[in-house]
């Protein structure tokens, strides 16, 4: 319970500080932020309909239909948004988005960080988890072998192509930056990293019941 709910908070804090540094953000957050703008759609409604197809991708990955992890992810997602607002208009508030931008970039690879560190957290406890990072979750361990990664990579091939579709209709790219560079490259790194140093007695609890 430590894992999920330190690892729940710690994502929200993390993204929060993206999103109000506003220098880059992790490639899901970012393709959510230009699916926002061409849609004309708030970011936490398309985080909340990215999350759910996640929900649904997970049952797929699984090869089963787990109920339990279904309704688990699905309220991960409501708290996880309402707590990404709250620390984002939190930072905002304090003055985040006026510093310069060697600044902002520094605090938006702090939230980098800070997320990844989360994701190690609640993986590990797998009680519930972001849905996305439980498909991350479920492709490291059910199809690459442990390679974390590996299966960071494979994730973000799906925003990719979004935030290039988006530039391509809308032509202007948003939320993409420096941070969003540091994440892309050292996510998978960051998550194993916080696997062997963070809270390391945590282990991952593999459930006797899933089919893997």
């Not at 500080?17 to 061409?38: D, F, H, Q, R, Y």
């Not at 936490?44 to 309909?49: T, Y």
């Not at 390679?147 to 799906?158: G, K, M, P, Y």
Request: proline share 2%; hydrophobic share 50%.
């Amino acid at each position: 319970m430590f894992g999920l709910v330190s690892g729940l908070l710690l994502n929200a804090f993390g993204n929060g500080l993206c999103i109000s540094g506003n220098a880059g953000s992790g490639l899901w957050t970012a393709s959510a932020v230009n699916l926002s703008k061409l849609t004309n759609t708030s970011v936490g409604v398309i985080l909340f309909a990215l999350g759910t197809i996640n929900v649904l991708t997970n049952q797929f990955l699984i090869r089963h239909w787990d109920v339990q992890r279904f309704i688990g992810e699905f309220c991960f997602i409501f708290f996880f948004s309402y707590f990404v607002n709250t620390f984002a208009h939190f930072f905002n508030y304090l003055g985040v988005p006026n510093l310069p931008f060697l600044a902002r970039c520094l605090i938006s690879c702090s939230g980098v960080i800070f997320f990844c560190t989360a994701i190690s957290l609640y993986q590990r406890a797998n009680i519930i988890m972001h849905p996305n990072d439980d498909t991350t979750n479920l492709l490291r361990f059910l199809y690459l072998k442990g390679n974390s990664t590996a299966a960071q990579l494979l994730d973000f091939v799906i925003p990719i192509i979004i935030i290039i579709f988006c530039a391509i209709l809308s032509h202007r790219l948003l939320a993409v930056n420096i941070a969003t560079l540091f994440s892309f490259l050292f996510n998978g790194l960051i998550i194993a990293e916080a696997d062997r140093l963070v809270f390391p007695q945590l282990k991952h609890n593999f459930k006797n019941d899933e089919k893997y």
